[in-house]
């Protein structure tokens, strides 16, 4: 498996609560840490949630993350429009062959209705 | 301020090789692994490789083991990536990211700009 399972896009009205799912394996989510980016067109990736739920500083509340057994989940609440752009998960992935591989999700795009 | 600038994009020829670098500032930079991940235009990120501080370990992703090298100088706080026998499917965004030294799991808490690299005939 080389990418992570995501939606490519989900959509909310401001003030509403989104959910963007990350669908993993035993060999990946299952067994590390999931960490959570969100991307600007235009823009490097930066670090919006880390160790399945921990918020790096500066990043609201708004913004949580998840874990279950091999899937992960991002919350966001109260949407606003800045936060429309595209969200990656990742994982490292102990691989069946070859040494350990990191795995990003194929990236969901938020649109704010 | 912690900052990571890439540079050493460019237009390459298929088959031909290139060197990208990253010049970082602002932290201890042989106390952290370091990774590239790149993007190709319009698409996700990709993983392509990481390096621990010392630089004896090293992963790489799939697509490009065997053709691509990573390498840095904890003297001269640089990490790089010697790209060998370029495809077309190479082109993308090259970011350099630095894996954060405060996390339980590996995370990339500082990205660099990117360099471009286009692979064309």
């Known amino acids: 498996q080389s990418v992570l399972g995501q939606p490519p896009s989900v959509s909310g009205a401001p003030g509403q609560r989104v959910t963007i799912s990350c669908s993993g394996s035993?060999?990946?989510?299952?067994?590390?840490?999931v960490s959570w980016y969100q991307q600007f067109p235009g823009r490097a990736p930066k670090l919006l949630i880390y160790d399945n739920n921990q918020r790096p500083s500066g990043i609201p509340d708004r913004f949580s993350g998840s874990k279950s057994g091999t899937s992960a989940t991002l919350v966001i609440t109260g949407l606003r429009t800045g936060d429309e752009a595209d969200y990656y998960c990742g994982a490292w992935d102990n691989g069946l062959t070859g040494g350990p591989k990191w795995l990003f999700g194929g990236g969901t795009k938020l649109t704010v209705l | 301020q912690v900052q990571l600038v890439e540079s050493g994009g460019g237009l390459v020829k298929p088959g031909g090789s290139l060197r990208l670098s990253c010049e970082t500032s602002g932290f201890a930079f042989s106390g952290h692994y370091m990774s590239w991940i790149r993007q190709a235009p319009g698409r996700g990120l990709e993983w392509i490789s990481y390096i621990s501080g010392s630089g004896d370990t090293k992963y790489y992703g799939e697509s490009v083991e065997g053709r691509f090298t990573v390498s840095r100088d904890n003297t001269q706080n640089s990490l790089f990536l010697q790209m060998n026998s370029l495809r077309a499917e190479d082109t993308a965004l090259y970011y350099c990211a630095r894996v954060s030294d405060y996390a339980s799991g590996d995370v990339f808490d500082v990205w660099g700009q990117g360099t471009l690299v286009t692979v064309a005939s």
């Open positions: 035993r060999s990946n989510i299952g067994n590390y840490f």
